[in-house]
């Protein structure tokens, strides 16, 4: 079970509250949570990445385990930690604005 | 109920206002999507409960949401925006050509008839349609694929389609705006579609009077003489009585020509109004003074409406899409201003008060008229 944390915007878009649980075929990779919770959460699609080339949006960031992984391969595996529930894995939206 | 429903979208989120016929008494809904740009929400002149609104961060992209019940409750469509094809270049702000680049959605249109079509306007300038309610979105792509759109460039506000109408007489035949492209007509559904800026004028660009290239800021039609449209151009404001094929200038005394909204009686058809701004440079109402200005000989002849608007101190600005007329006997004109007021007038502009003081820069206003 893969724990996933989405920031505030897209919680209300998706109307859950807290983490979100998920089951993830395979190897537990950045692309394979983001497909799975797409799937569960259609409305997310183009939201966390592009819809058309999938690559990551520009202010959306990937945290776990205290590590920044946006910049990793999408198809890396995540850490231990994350794959057996004992962390989550963070969706941010990126500090930006002012 | 009969009254009116006016629909609000801020950098912060919608709000619904609304009223009965006098227009004085208002109850107000919202921030829905809090946090998030709306740059747009309209109902479905079919079916006055179905609303369509346009949400979008830098950070999430872009979302429609879509209320079947007047706006008292939403639902995200999961439907996204996708060039169709190749995206093909614009120009950019240095002459070089650059890729369209989906970015948001600055217009939703829906169908005069059907509640389930409803046509949007994007920055990078394109137009989509979608006839399950917004769950699936499919782009008209000739425009986009025009001759012309090489040389498109975007205007300080981005490259964007804000303009979209529905003429009422000729199914078939639509208007759009893109800035800085100018207008555009297609008689067959989108299929086909061609310049029309003759008689357009504009220092800013190298040839003057181009085919394309001219920075339209807002064009308003009404249903009862589809072939007659008035325009607010960067500077000028302008009209036509032949569909676009032809435009002339009727600033006439305004106390500046440029602007951004401009919107028509509805019952008056040669009575129009203009937010005058003092200029490309200095967003702000001429002398601090906010003044609606009507005419009504269908230009050339102004006169400033200021009973209840600021007359001193006021430097906000109207953007394009924050103004509407209302349909009742007595029509209410709205706008709003980027420092977050709502005003209404219930008596075609002689009188106005504030709906509201405090909101979020507006971005839009629609009202429809409920009977």
């Known amino acids: 079970m893969i724990r996933v944390v989405l920031p505030p915007h897209l919680r209300n878009l998706a109307q859950v509250k807290g983490e979100v649980e998920l089951d993830v075929q395979g190897q537990a990779t950045p692309q394979s949570v983001l497909d799975a919770l797409e799937s569960r959460y259609p409305v997310l699609r183009g939201t966390i990445r592009d819809q058309t080339t999938r690559e990551r949006r520009a202010l959306v960031r990937f945290f776990a385990c205290e590590e920044d992984l946006s910049l990793d391969p999408p198809d890396r595996p995540l850490p231990d930690a994350v794959v057996t529930g004992k962390e989550p894995f963070l969706i941010i939206g990126a500090m930006a604005g002012g | ?371």
């Not at chain 2, 979105?137 to 506000?157: I, K, V």
């Not at chain 2, 020509?257 to 440079?281: L, M, N, Q």
């Not at chain 2, 430097?315 to 980027?338: C, H, K, Q, W």
């Not at chain 2, 209404?344 to 839009?364: E, K, Q, Y």
Request: with cysteine; proline share 8%; hydrophobic share 35%.
């Open chain 2, 1 to 371: 109920m009969s009254g009116v429903r006016v629909l609000v979208g801020t950098h912060k989120g919608a709000f619904v206002m609304t009223s009965d016929t006098k227009r004085k008494q208002w109850d107000i809904s919202g921030p829905h999507f809090t946090g998030w740009e709306v740059y747009h929400v309209k109902g479905s002149p079919a079916d006055p409960n179905r609303l369509y609104a346009s949400q979008n961060t830098g950070w999430f992209g872009q979302v429609v949401q879509r209320s079947n019940d007047g706006g008292k409750t939403w639902q995200a469509m999961e439907g996204k925006f996708a060039y169709d094809g190749e995206p093909g270049t614009h120009k950019w702000y240095d002459g070089s050509s650059r890729p369209f680049e989906f970015k948001r959605i600055w217009h939703l249109e829906p169908s005069l008839t059907d509640p389930d079509t409803v046509y949007a306007g994007a920055e990078d300038a394109a137009l989509f349609r979608s006839t399950d309610g917004g769950q699936n979105w499919h782009e008209l792509p000739a425009l986009r694929q025009h001759s012309t759109a090489p040389n498109w460039a975007p205007g300080a506000g981005g490259m964007c389609l804000h303009t979209i109408i529905l003429d009422p007489k000729h199914r078939d035949r639509m208007f759009v705006a893109i800035s800085a492209a100018g207008a555009f007509r297609s008689d067959d559904a989108g299929k086909s579609w061609r310049p029309i800026n003759q008689g357009l004028r504009s220092e800013g660009i190298p040839d003057p009077n181009a085919e394309v290239g001219h920075c339209v800021h807002r064009i308003a039609m009404n249903p009862s003489r589809p072939d007659t449209l008035f325009m607010q151009k960067h500077w000028d404001v302008m009209r036509t009585d032949d569909a676009g094929d032809s435009w002339r200038e009727i600033s006439g005394n305004l106390p500046s020509d440029f602007g951004f909204p401009i919107d028509i009686h509805p019952h008056e058809p040669e009575t129009i109004y203009v937010v005058p701004i003092k200029s490309d440079s200095e967003h702000i109402p001429p002398d601090g003074k906010l003044r609606v200005y009507r005419s009504r000989t269908g230009g050339n002849e102004w006169e400033p409406l200021t009973n209840g608007l600021p007359q001193s101190n006021c430097y906000v600005n109207i953007l394009r899409d924050a103004m509407a007329v209302d349909s009742l006997e007595s029509p209410g004109v709205y706008f709003g201003t980027t420092g977050g007021q709502v005003y209404a007038s219930a008596d075609a502009g002689d009188s106005w008060n504030p709906i509201v003081r405090d909101l979020p820069a507006v971005l839009s206003v629609e009202v429809q008229t409920l009977k």
